[in-house]
């Protein structure tokens, strides 16, 4: 088969024909140039596209840019109808005539191609890695706002629990028939709604441990300000019907008399 070499320059001797040496075609590049050339970005053709009404051809980016806004063909202007994009088809051979003649063209434009493709990957991964850093934190400011609702729920229950404990102080009987010893820690707080009941238990285990001393939670006695409490009542109710007022409770004690 015969093989094309450009000729730089005017080519030797200043022809301006084609020269058949041995088993090549020498010619000079200016002789196919309007054979090769877009007319519309008026270079060399990039996957060549030639209109069938005309055999007109350019480059694929460049007619279908050019048809946005006209429905003719550039060079003779021949109407191409409503839809000229079915008028054009894609020239294998032409295009495969540009890359024999120039090679170097298809290799830059290969390696522009990698390039690109490596760049577009490259932000793909950058655009990738963000978004997840961006939902990796949101994620950590939904779970920190959570933590932080949870702690503030957490601190107002307690805030609510503590204002709703009692103040209460717990001393022995004076002048009582038989008396008790004393607590080590009388002041105390309490659920508004602790009962007479659970106190006497309370203070049985107590005088057990702090004073060595036995006595049975049912043979204990509870009063407030001289009058006797009985086992159902709650603090609450104490505070309502003996104390009422906006001192500490205070409850004193002893054992029942003997009968």
């Given amino acids: 088969f015969f093989q094309s070499r450009i000729m730089a320059g005017n080519g ?12 090549e075609v020498v010619f000079q590049t200016r002789i196919m140039n309007e054979h090769l050339i877009c007319s519309l970005c008026m270079g060399y053709l990039r996957e060549a596209m030639t209109v069938t009404e005309c055999l007109h051809t350019f480059c694929k980016p460049c ?11 550039p060079t003779c202007e021949v ?14 051979a032409m295009q495969n ?19 690109l493709q490596r760049e577009a990957t490259e932000a793909n ?26 702690k503030t729920k957490v601190k107002e229950t307690e805030k609510e629990g503590a204002a709703q404990k009692l103040c209460l102080s717990l001393f022995p009987r004076e002048g009582g ?5 004393k607590l080590a820690k009388p002041h105390l707080r309490s659920s508004p709604e602790a009962t007479i009941k659970q106190y006497k238990n309370y203070l049985s285990g107590k005088l057990s ?26 603090l609450s109710e104490v505070w309502k019907e003996h104390w009422n007022t906006t001192e500490d409770l205070q409850l004193c004690y002893d054992a029942k008399p003997k009968d």
């Fill in 12 to 23: 030797e001797g200043g022809g301006s024909g084609a020269v058949l040496d041995g088993s």
């Fill in 63 to 73: 007619i279908v840019q050019h048809f946005v806004e006209n429905l003719a063909c």
């Fill in 79 to 92: 109407n191409l109808g409503p839809t000229p994009l079915e008028k054009v088809r894609v020239d294998r």
């Fill in 97 to 115: 005539i540009v890359d024999k003649v120039f090679p170097h063209f298809a290799k830059e434009e290969a390696a522009a191609e990698k390039h």
């Fill in 125 to 150: 991964q950058r655009r990738s890695q963000a978004a997840s850093q961006e939902s990796e934190t949101k994620r950590k400011k939904v779970v920190n706002d959570l933590q932080a609702k949870k």
């Fill in 177 to 181: 028939e038989r008396p008790l010893p």
């Fill in 209 to 234: 441990s702090e004073s060595n001393v036995t006595v049975a939670a049912a043979d204990i006695e509870m009063s407030c300000k001289g009058a006797i409490v009985r086992n159902e009542a709650t």
